[in-house]
């Protein structure tokens, strides 16, 4: 099963985001743990160095590309904007040019299990088609981690 495309929603400022719900098996803590621990988010998506606080930057490099053909990204300083720990993360990612990328991720119970809602604000001339496909692939792979099971296929995604 992959995770269904992201639902876009523009706020009253003309904010446009796009927002991915999972729903995991595992403890909100668990998630938490595999979203924020460089070891545990390593295997699905990229590690971090540093120091992390809230408004200080960790080190972050994106090593799953690999497994879609691609290399391994250079490091790149990510800030974080908020963290409170096991729920909610939000973290800015230098995009091209002046513009960043925002990425909100709550941990919620659901059930015996947890929720991630995982929200990317889109930058100018950016639309979540853009961005849907890589994501949907990168949740996957996070739930694959999860369950200790082989990660997807990109060809399926792109």
């Not at 876009?8 to 668990?30: H, L, M, N, Q």
């Not at 809230?54 to 490091?75: L, Q, R």
């Not at 990612?93 to 919620?108: M, R």
């Not at 889109?122 to 990660?151: E, K």
Request: aromatic share 10%; charged share 25%; hydrophobic share 35%.
């Amino acid at each position: 099963m992959t995770t269904p495309p992201a639902e876009v929603r523009t706020d009253p400022e003309g904010t446009t985001t796009a927002i991915w719900r999972r729903e995991y098996p595992d403890p909100v803590e668990d998630v938490w743990a595999a979203i924020t621990e460089s070891e545990r988010l390593g295997r699905w998506i990229g590690t971090w160095t540093g120091e992390p606080r809230v408004g200080g930057t960790v080190s972050f490099t994106m090593t799953g590309e690999v497994d879609a053909g691609g290399e391994v990204d250079a490091p790149t300083d990510v800030r974080i904007l908020a963290c409170e720990e096991p729920r909610h993360l939000a973290v800015e990612f230098p995009a091209d040019g002046d513009q960043s990328w925002y990425l909100d991720l709550t941990v919620e119970p659901h059930g015996s299990g947890a929720v991630l809602v995982f929200a990317q604000r889109l930058v100018d001339g950016q639309t979540s088609a853009d961005v849907d496909a890589g994501w949907r692939w990168y949740l996957d792979r996070l739930g694959a981690s999860l369950r200790g099971t082989p990660m997807p296929d990109w060809t399926a995604y792109a």
